[in-house]
């Protein structure tokens, strides 16, 4: 694919010329678009998340609304428009675009490391799978990437390509059971409906965020996001960013904002001695050693703050300023956009409305050979717990083989002991810290898609009750962003999971629009 | 009369509009409920909130008819998505045969009462814009409307507990006998008078209750929208969606849509005779089916999530609403289908008025839960 190449949208009526292969999400923002939809009492809402979780970059895209323009790739000819509340008046009948049926062995969930080689694993062993994914390309959020394939996706691809393993992009699992799953395609709603004898949920981890005066302006994005439109295409050359949460993701999103050219500076909210330990786990792992070396050099230039967090952001329709603080003294940044996420949180929510049992902390709960509580139902990778890529690739294998009915070798299962155990080191030491999170109960919205905001759930018990009496987790993310930050506080239950497990488009195309409607 | 102790058990819109009908009779009033507070489980947490005056039955229209007038005028404070919205109602005829019956209820409203307007072709669509243009006609009743179950009850053991009621949640009855209701871990509680309005499972903590009309589920499917979806004003719905309200059918669908103060859409329904669980996704297609043609383009618009839920059915199509039969202490109200809560505050009044000895407002005798 040559990104070079331009294609032509339609932003609300104007023609705009963009390069192809870019994220529709990235491609608006280079354009200078960053409001896409407006909130229930009227604010202007852009990209938070850029990985499908939010809804927050939802538009219409060819007349169908609810399109996610962040799991989009752009197309010549595409039409968007922002979504505007409906008159009370006749609409075109619509008519149900039909279902198509699908037959396998094995449906893998996520293409991400641990997806890609459950799959791969799997199809090796005689199984015939089929691999499922929202995004647009495979490699899931570390492993995605535009025009060139780097080296460890090619080889994941090519062998699942060599083992016969059909690929679905492009469409979200939303509703089923053991026995059958329904996949609906992120853009036109269209359905898929496969019949399985076992599942492979390998789902990944979406960003947690933390709310705070300003984070609901346009310009405001996840850590992970600014990453993921970055290698959407988003041109960050001469922009200034802070960089700001918690966690080695943040290290990977400066680097490659730095090396795509932004001015950047780091704030992390732990303190580096927090992070001392961290080090000593590096000195046991040279493969590990060697990246963060790398990152280290591109990061030269870039001032680095710990014990460091954004209170406030400001700015006319979307951030200008940032405010950050550091112990006792506030300092104010004006940037270009500010990208804040506070580490990853399992996605868990397919797993859920599948029936599986998770642990108390949010993890799906899995015995050793990655088996559910869900006869059928296997998971791997972040969904069973923060752990990094190499642990995901682990699982992820070993799920693949028990899902053939094989026995996962004791070598892989070490590794993955291993590279768990690293996961847990990075959870500790970058563990949020008290007064951050008593900053949340400030009169800040919570959940984005209602706007309530925090000081009306005082008092709230359940999150049960949050989602009936006070409409938190109400929206189309169902939760996804504000459910976590409640949790934050003792509440200990999970919000329920119900069809559909993403909100969609709906699957259905007018009928008869040239007899002059 | 030295102060009476009362406890309801269930805090759903029934035991909650019960509980404030009594404390403001000076009861001593304590709400038992076994979920995380009022209004957040069982068939108060699914239903759709249409507050409807529906003629199926004389005796049910005199209890649809208080307990709308009671929602209207009586309200607790709410915030004003949540309370009653006079959205009126809309019953729509495909053909002929469905607008003459139509026009026989309204003959039937008028006498007793009820504002009704039949309308008729192009009045129809002017009332409703986006109704389908296939239908010849519809009933009008204007002072019908839209109200927020879980809210709503809430918002009733508020005013409840400013008045001097307690509840206590995460509690659950496992058995009720004549002065006592007794909890799971053995310990009990004794009352002067014991509501028990817990919902589809009333009967199971009765005594006695093999003298009363059985009561059963019968499940329901609902699909909410996005916002920027609401494209009626009226609560829609086809003559004929209680049909299989009372479980001759196995499976009844018919279009019932609420246009919800959060400019959303509340898609139904169905009616099974089964307790609500997972969702069945080819029911719930052939129900928004069902509403695409009575208002074309519905079924384009986005769902961000679809449940289920139960109603408790009587057998014979009526609530039970009263002192159980052989009993001085213990009154039920329960069973009440698709209208819970519509009626609850005129059951409420019922009930009250039993227990304080009042006359009632209406004849109580068509829900006596011991009629054969
Ligand atoms: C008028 C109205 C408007 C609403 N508007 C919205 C809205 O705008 N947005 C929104 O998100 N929601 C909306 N809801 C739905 C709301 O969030 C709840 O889902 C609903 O009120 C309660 O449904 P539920 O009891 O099934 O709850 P749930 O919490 O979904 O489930 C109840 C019980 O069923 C069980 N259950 C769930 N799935 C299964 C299964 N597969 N098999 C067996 N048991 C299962 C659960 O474990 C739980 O115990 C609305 C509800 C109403 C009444
Ligand atoms: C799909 C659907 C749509 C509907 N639409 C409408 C409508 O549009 N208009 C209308 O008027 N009605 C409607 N209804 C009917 C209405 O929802 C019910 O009739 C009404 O909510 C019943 O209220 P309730 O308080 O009797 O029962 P519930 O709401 O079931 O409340 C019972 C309460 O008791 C508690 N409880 C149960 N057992 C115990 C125990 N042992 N100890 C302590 N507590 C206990 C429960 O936790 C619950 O809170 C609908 C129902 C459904 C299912
Ligand atoms: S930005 Fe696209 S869903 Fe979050």
Not at chain 1, 460 to 483: E, N, T
Not at chain 2, 40 to 55: K, R
Not at chain 2, 277 to 303: K, Q, T, V, Y
């Amino acid at each position: 694919m040559n990104s070079q190449e331009k294609v032509s949208i339609r932003v609300d009526g104007t023609v705009l010329e963009v390069r192809s292969g870019t994220q529709l999400a990235a491609a608006l923002m280079g354009e200078g678009i960053v409001a896409f939809r407006s909130s229930p009492c009227g604010d202007k809402r852009g990209v938070l998340c850029a990985m499908g979780s939010c809804y927050e970059c939802r538009a219409m895209v060819d007349g169908h609304r609810l399109v996610r323009t962040c799991l989009v790739t752009v197309q010549d000819g595409m039409e968007i428009t922002t979504e505007r509340p409906l008159e009370k008046k006749l609409l075109p009948t619509v008519e149900t675009t039909d279902i198509v049926e699908d037959e396998t062995g094995v449906v893998v969930i996520g293409s991400g490391p641990a997806g890609l080689s459950a799959a791969c694993v799997a199809a090796e062993l005689g199984q015939d799978v089929l691999l499922i994914d929202e995004s647009a390309r495979p490699g899931g959020r570390i492993w995605a990437h535009r025009g060139q394939m780097p080296a460890v996706v090619r080889y994941w691809i090519d062998k699942a390509d060599r083992a016969g393993v059909r690929r679905l992009q492009g469409a979200t699992v939303i509703d089923g059971e053991v026995g059958w799953l329904e996949a609906a395609s992120v853009i036109s709603g269209a359905r898929t409906r496969v019949r399985c004898q076992k599942i492979i949920v390998a789902t990944g981890a979406r960003e947690r965020f933390l709310p705070f005066p300003g984070w609901t302006l346009p310009g405001v994005v996840g850590a992970g996001a600014l990453q993921s439109l970055i290698k959407g295409g988003l041109d960050v050359k001469g922009k200034r960013y802070v960089i700001a949460g918690t966690g080695p993701l943040l290290l990977a999103v400066a680097a490659i904002a730095v090396s795509e050219g932004a001015e950047v500076i780091l704030a992390e909210q732990a303190s580096l001695l927090q992070r001392v330990p961290l080090a000593f786990s590096l000195l046991a792992s040279p493969e590990r050693m060697r990246e963060v070396w790398q990152l280290w050099k591109t990061l030269r230039g870039v001032e680095k703050i710990s014990s460091c967090w954004p209170v406030k952001a400001q700015g006319n329709q979307r951030v200008e300023k940032v405010y950050l603080k550091i112990g006792n003294v506030t300092r104010v940044e004006e940037v270009d956009g500010l990208a804040v996420g506070y580490g990853l949180i399992p996605e868990t929510r397919v797993a859920q409305g599948l029936g599986c049992v998770l642990e108390k902390d949010g993890r799906v709960k899995v015995d050793r050979y990655q088996r559910t509580s869900v006869e059928g139902v296997l998971c791997a990778g972040e969904p069973t717990g923060i752990a990094g890529s190499e642990a995901a690739l682990a699982s992820g294998q070993i799920a693949g083989t028990v899902a053939a009915a094989g026995t996962p070798s004791f070598q892989l299962m070490q590794k993955l002991r291993r590279h768990r155990g690293w996961g847990i080191a990075l959870e500790r030491t970058h563990s949020l810290r008290p007064d951050l999170i008593r900053s949340v109960v400030e009169d800040v919205i919570v959940c984005r898609c209602e706007d309530v905001v925090s000081s009306s759930i005082r008092g709230v018990r359940s999150l049960r009750q949050a989602r009936i009496q006070h409409r938190i987790g109400m929206g189309p993310c169902q939760g996804r962003v504000c459910m976590p930050i409640l949790a934050l506080g003792d509440t200990l239950e999970h919000d329920s999971v119900r069809p559909p497990w993403s909100t969609c488009p709906s699957p259905r195309t007018e009928l008869s629009s040239t007899d002059g409607h | 009369m030295s102060t009476l102790r009362i406890i309801v058990v269930g805090g759903g819109i029934v035991g909650a509009a019960c509980a404030r009908s009594l404390v403001r009779r000076g009861g001593q009033v304590e709400i038992i409920e076994a979920g995380d507070g009022p209004g957040l489980h069982g068939a108060t947490a699914a239903g759709m909130g249409h507050i409807v005056v529906n003629d199926a039955e004389p005796a049910g229209l005199q209890l649809c008819l208080l307990g709308r007038k009671l929602w209207r005028e009586d309200a607790p404070p709410m915030n004003p998505d949540d309370g009653f919205i006079e959205s009126g109602t809309l019953w729509m005829a495909e053909d002929q045969h469905g607008l003459d019956n139509l026009s026989r209820a309204a003959d039937r409203l008028a006498t007793a009462g009820v504002t009704a307007h039949l309308l008729e072709g192009a009045a129809l669509f002017d009332a409703e814009p986006a109704l389908s243009r296939d239908l010849i006609g519809g009933l009008q009743l204007p002072q019908d409307g839209v109200l927020y179950a879980p809210a709503a009850a809430a918002a009733l053991v508020a005013e409840s507990r400013r008045l001097g009621a307690t509840i206590r949640c995460r509690t659950r009855v496992t058995s009720v006998e004549e002065n006592r209701v007794v909890f799971a871990h053995g310990e009990s509680m004794v009352a002067d008078a014991i509501v028990i309005a817990s919902g589809l499972d009333a009967l199971e903590l009765c005594p006695g209750s093999e003298n009363c009309i059985p009561i059963h589920p019968r499940e329901g499917h609902l699909a909410i929208t996005t916002r920027g979806t609401c494209i009626i004003s009226h609560h829609v719905v086809e003559a004929g969606y209680q049909k299989g309200a009372q479980g001759e059918e196995d499976e009844a669908v018919a279009c019932a849509v609420l246009p919800r103060s959060t400019d959303q859409l509340c898609i139904g329904s169905s009616r099974r005779p089964r307790r609500a669980g997972g969702l069945d996704s080819d029911l719930m297609e052939r129900i928004i089916h069902r509403a695409e043609r009575f208002i074309p383009g519905i079924a384009g618009l986005p769902i961000i999530r679809k449940w289920t839920g139960t109603r408790a059915a009587s057998a014979d199509g009526r609530p039970l609403i009263g002192l159980l039969p052989g009993s001085s202490s213990l009154w039920v109200a329960a069973g009440f289908e698709g209208l819970g809560i519509t009626q609850a505050p005129a059951a409420a009044e019922l009930i009250a008025a039993s227990i304080f000895d009042e006359e009632p407002v209406i004849d109580p005798t068509p829900w006596d839960p011991g009629r054969n």
